[in-house]
């Protein structure tokens, strides 16, 4: 079974930065998708940003140009996603969930991050 944990969110002020990590264990292959998610308050989960085992990434309109994802997969199995979070807004605020593929969807518990003065 997969699992993916996140950390890194937490309380910041307009402008500032964060890092989030995520660390995916149970599988001995490389994820295909791996990415981040959000939820603000009252909405609907949202994406962030996705990278693929080959290296394509995707981006929410919202978030380009301010944050950037990275991923490292190694041979023993080790897929970890991070999401460098610049420039941050109030709107930014929300629950970052972690997402996996490999044939099937895996979520994390999600980190909460919080843009506020």
């Known amino acids: 079974q997969v699992q993916l944990v996140e950390s890194g969110g937490g309380w910041v002020q307009p402008g500032g930065s964060l890092r989030l990590s995520c660390a995916a264990s149970?599988?001995?292959?490389?994820?295909?998708?791996m990415g981040w998610y959000r939820q603000a308050p009252g909405k609907a989960r949202e994406l962030v940003a996705t990278?693929?085992?080959?290296?394509?990434?995707?981006?929410?309109e919202s978030v380009k140009g301010r944050f950037t994802i990275s991923s490292i997969s190694s041979d023993n199995a080790k897929n970890t996603v991070s999401l460098q979070m610049n420039s941050l807004k109030p709107d930014d605020t929300g629950v970052y969930y972690c997402?996996?593929?490999?044939?099937?969807?895996?979520w994390g518990k999600g980190t909460l991050v919080t843009v506020s003065s």
């Open positions: 990278i693929t085992s080959d290296g394509c990434l995707t981006y929410a």
């Open positions: 997402y996996g593929q490999q044939y099937v969807d895996y």
């Open positions: 149970g599988t001995i292959f490389r994820l295909n998708v």
